[in-house]
């Protein structure tokens, strides 16, 4: 069976510093990783996807992540938060399939001026 | 670029009234996919859809839920006697041959 597991449900990092979000999945097949950002009362957007290319995958408003098998982990980071990257972040895995997403619990960001 | 649609965006009902949350996915998937998300918790996948059929579902796609295509477009959730729990986001999904593409949620409010 497929879980992901986000360290930390909240994380609080200054306007400009680092910003890495720690996920770590398991699955038994190669899966499909993802994460997503849901601003309040808003749905689910998609930040970026891994689905077996390349390992650093960039997504949309400066985010990256590297896929590490040998770690099993996802993380998410950008180089120089802005306050418009508080959200809540969730990590997610599906099978190549595609054929239910399983989702973790949650970071939310904070981001302090 | 295609996208997959819910309606209402926001849908307020009493306790034991039936409500159905409507989707349209993209025109040419073929898997369909309802999630929930209880406020301030994660997202729970409910149901998969496939081939006019249920192709899996959790522990909490119990007889109160049904799913149903209509029509060559729709995907609909069926909740008969909706309770208080049942209050959330519900989200439905798309998929072709590889990953999901959800749909903007429909907020259930259940006094």
């Known amino acids: 069976a497929q879980s992901v597991t986000q360290l930390g449900s909240h994380v609080s990092v200054s306007e400009g510093a680092l910003v890495l979000l720690r996920c770590n999945y398991s699955?038994?097949?190669?899966?499909?990783l993802f994460w997503y950002v849901q601003y309040p009362n808003q749905g689910l957007q998609l930040l970026l996807k891994?689905?077996?290319?390349?390992?650093l995958v960039k997504g949309i408003n400066g985010f990256e992540a590297e896929f590490k098998k040998s770690e099993t982990s996802f993380h998410l980071t950008k180089p120089s938060a802005h306050m418009s990257d508080a959200a809540e972040y969730f990590c997610?895995?599906?099978?190549?399939?595609?054929?239910?997403?399983?989702f973790g619990a949650g970071t939310r960001l904070f981001v302090k001026a | 670029e295609p996208e997959v649609t819910q309606t209402p965006s926001h849908q307020v009902t009493q306790m034991g009234q039936e409500v159905i949350l409507r989707c349209v996915p993209i025109?040419?998937?073929?898997?369909f996919y309802w999630y929930r998300q209880i406020l301030g918790q994660k997202v729970e996948f409910l149901v998969s859809?496939?081939?006019?059929?249920?192709?899996?579902k959790s522990e909490i796609f119990d007889d109160q839920f049904s799913v149903e295509r209509p029509d060559g477009s729709n995907f609909t959730l069926k909740i008969r006697s909706t309770k208080l729990e049942d209050s959330a986001m519900y989200f439905c999904?798309?998929?072709?041959?590889?990953?999901?593409?959800f749909g903007p949620g429909t907020r259930l409010t259940v006094l």
């Open positions: 997610a895995v599906s099978d190549p399939g595609g054929f239910k997403t399983i």
């Open positions: 891994y689905t077996s290319a390349a390992t």
């Open positions: 025109s040419n998937h073929l898997y």
């Open positions: 699955s038994s097949v190669p899966p499909y």
């Open positions: 999904a798309s998929s072709g041959q590889s990953e999901q593409f």
């Open positions: 859809f496939y081939n006019n059929e249920i192709s899996e």
